[in-house]
């Protein structure tokens, strides 16, 4: 099993910025990839960002390129979502999510992570 606990939301204005965390325990050899989603009310999940945990790949959604940057701490066993130049179209429950075989086809979906955290709440205000 794998526990992922999520911290760094919270409340800014557009244009500022905040950067999520991640931490991982228990068995962490299980997963390859790991992952941020968000889901506004009434909207479905969507990927925002994933990384791949052995090497160093990392995706992106096209509405967060150049302005979010996933990384890891592989000693932290942690990963990290850096959120610059924020929007409040990025308002959002962000969730992490851990899975073994996501790759540069299919990351963005739900079901290639078997692993979540609870969410934390980013809320950005015009």
């Known amino acids: 099993q794998v526990q992922l606990v999520e911290s760094g939301g919270g409340s800014v204005q557009a244009g500022g910025s905040l950067r999520l965390s991640c931490a991982a325990s228990g068995y962490t050899l299980s997963y390859n990839y790991m992952a941020w989603f968000r889901q506004a009310p009434g909207k479905e999940r969507e990927g925002v960002a994933t990384i791949y945990t052995r090497g160093a790949s990392t995706y992106y959604a096209d509405s967060v390129k150049g302005r979010f940057t996933i990384s890891q701490d592989n000693a932290k066993n942690t990963v990290y979502l850096e959120m610059n130049s924020l929007k409040p179209e990025d308002t959002a429950m962000y969730y992490c999510?851990?899975?073994?075989?996501?790759?540069?086809?299919?990351?963005?979906?739900?079901?290639?992570?078997?692993?979540w955290g609870q969410g934390t709440q980013v809320t950005v205000s015009s």
């Open positions: 999510a851990a899975g073994k075989f996501a790759g540069p086809m299919t990351w963005a979906r739900p079901d290639e992570y078997n692993y």
